[in-house]
């Protein structure tokens, strides 16, 4: 008699939603910086908002959000006045996965979102996502660790999620003043 084996995982089934709308610019938006309150995630934050001021004149709202589950609607504060919002940060397994169920809760509504990941919790957010019907939804993946690094590699990591961002939620507006600039200002 043979064996027959069989595998006990089903690939998920979940109804498929499109990501929200990208932004041309964020000159005169809102941009949303949502934290999870994890050592780090606040200052993260503030370097990313630096470095993305430097290209873009937009306005600054903050909240949180939970670490570890996903966050009742009523409890998001304002976040429907935001144009874009950036989550931080998914350094741990449940941070990850409720920070990618969150992004695509708020890209739901509208909002373009982008959560801050670390390599190690890459395959759990992209379960996530394909969980949540959202396979499409773009994050930074910065290096690892988030909440135990230093201010200069805390900069690094902030450098390299605020890049992500602009060719993630703006590539159009990234490109087009670096193709100006190379073909000189015309």
Known sequence: MPIELLNPVQEPVAEVHPIAPRLSTLNGKVLGLWTNN???????????AADLAR??????????Y?????MPPEKWGDVDQCDAVILANGDCGACSSSGIANAIEL??????????CTPPFVDAVTSMAKLGGMSDVKWAVVEHPIGSVMEAELASRALDAARQFRECLL???????RELA???GK
């Open 38 to 48: 994890k050592l780090n995630s606040v200052r993260l934050m503030e370097m990313i």
């Open 55 to 64: 290209d873009y004149d937009f306005t600054v709202r903050t909240g949180y």
């Open 66 to 70: 939970y670490a570890s589950e996903l």
């Open 107 to 116: 890209e739901k509504r509208g909002i373009p979102s982008f959560l801050i």
């Open 171 to 177: 590539a159009a507006a990234a490109d087009a003043p």
């Open 182 to 184: 190379l073909a000189g």
